[in-house]
């Protein structure tokens, strides 16, 4: 009998050219390639040494600065000068300067299509698999190479389903669900595999959501995770970019997969991730009680408008006891963000607001941690020193219980405000 | 091909802040990065490292970013070899298209011992510890990647097959 393929199989027997199969090492089209600041110097590096004169694809990249946005100094000003001559050079269309926003952000938001095959040089590549593409982190050889001949390689990785079931109870989101996955599987447990996530009731599971899941999928240490495409995707592609799509990038209903992992979502709890570790997941009860120095709401994890939206929500008319940095993923997000009145009750707390960059989130510059410190972030890292010293600890949450421990000063949950 | 040297051991999940900080990246020169390799883990390592030295660790070596640094780091300290339970695999293509040779070894962090000096055969997957007598399994690398290896990383791979 014909075994169907998932959606992992689809997108890599069609962009090599070939019906493939789990562990096949095959070549492949890549449809998108992106990088940022921080890895693009060292891509654009490696393409000048290797390829004087050589024709590159400039269609097939977007490159956004974020990592070091605005320039925090002079290196990194003039890193970005080495990047933006290059673009320049080779006229690279999807340039997007300081400001714009997240490069995961912004290939979602205008240039990633269901069942596209996405290389970048950044391990959150993985947020595209939001919208059902197959897409993976690369280091800046494999990117320069890809660049050049328009192609690189993979591993079929081993497909493993995981359902999405109901819906998730008040202030619980889809970091949570990525933070519950942590907890039951550990870091270790999808290396070398592809997660495809089947939402059952499609609304139930918005693409801010799925972007956060999608994102930490490079913390499950995945191969890829890819969201199989549904009313979800389809209408974030009318609403977001006016595209009517028709794909046909679904898996065959005869898929074989090696496992599957059945979630209720009703049953997802508020979560955090202690240092110094995704996975060393705790209930906030846990914690209760322990004071935050800082809390930084964004990044490329959750510094969407849904994220906003609960941040505001809870802050409404209360003030911060903790330092707080609310960063927006994207000029958009910030825009709709400003027009919501989103921003301005979030700066009558008492937040720092600023613009798109990746910021404290690699411990960069806009807040970065210092020995003894409490970080609360809703970023996706917790390794010891990844946000400043490390004698600083960083603790992992959704935007809900950022929110509410920003207002009381401690870990605390929406529910604990008076 | 062959890779012999001594063991340094590290423990499980060395993610990718732990081998170069983020602070370290705005630079690729090798001699810059190999001075900070895993300075949170050990400030001493790449003085340790200098001699030649072959890397056991256990699980999901190099989870974390895709920092090409951290490959680059490790080779230009002195690291020849790395061995480990699982890497994560940004980490795994990093180090082979730098020329670093690394091997996936189930359960070598309860065979190998800190300072034991191992022998490796890339192509039959074999890891000899001559003056214990043990020999270790660990997946062979196709002969591409041995190729690659040997060339000293992909661009120096693919320069070769250009001329």
Known sequence: MYNGQTLTEKILSNASGRAVSPNDIVEVAVDLIGFHDLTGFHVIEIIENLSSGTPLNPEKLVIAFDHLVPPPDIRSAEIQRFVRDFAGKIKVLNFHDIGDGILHQILLERYVMPGYLVVGADSHTSTAGALGAFAQGMGATDVAATIITGRTWVSVPQPFKVVLRGSLKEWVTGKDVALEILKVFKADYFNGMSIEFYVENPSSFPMDYRATVANMGIEFNADSVLFIPDEETTNFLRVERGYEYRGKFLPDDNAEYVDEYTLELSKVDLLIAAPYSVDNVKSIRDVEGMEVDTVFIGSCTNGRLSDLEIAAKIMKGRKIRSRCVVIPASRKVFNKALELGYIQILVNAGCMVTFSTCGPCIGGHFGVAGPGEVVLSTSNRNFKGRMGSPDSKTYLSGPSVAAASAVLGRMAEPGDMP | ?163
């Open chain 2, 1 to 163: 091909m062959i890779v012999e040297g001594t063991v340094i051991k590290l423990g499980d999940r060395i993610d990718t802040d732990l081998i170069i900080p983020a602070k370290y990246l705005k630079y690729t020169d090798h001699q810059y990065l190999a001075q900070h390799v895993l300075e949170p883990v050990d400030p001493e390592f790449s003085k340790k490292a200098s001699k030649g030295v072959i890397v056991v660790a256990g699980k999901l070596f190099g989870m974390g970013s895709s920092r090409e640094q951290a490959a680059i780091a490790l080779k230009a300290a002195g690291v020849k070899m790395i061995l480990a339970e699982s890497f994560a695999r940004i980490f795994f293509r990093n180090a082979i298209n730098n020329g670093l040779p690394v091997m996936v070894c189930p359960n070598i962090s309860n065979v190998v011992r800190e300072g034991d000096y191992v022998s490796a055969d890339l192509s039959s997957g074999e890891i000899l510890i001559p003056e214990r007598g043990i020999t270790v399994r660990c997946k062979e690398l196709p002969d591409i990647v041995i190729r690659i290896v040997d060339a000293g990383g992909l661009i120096e791979y693919l320069r070769k097959l250009g001329r």
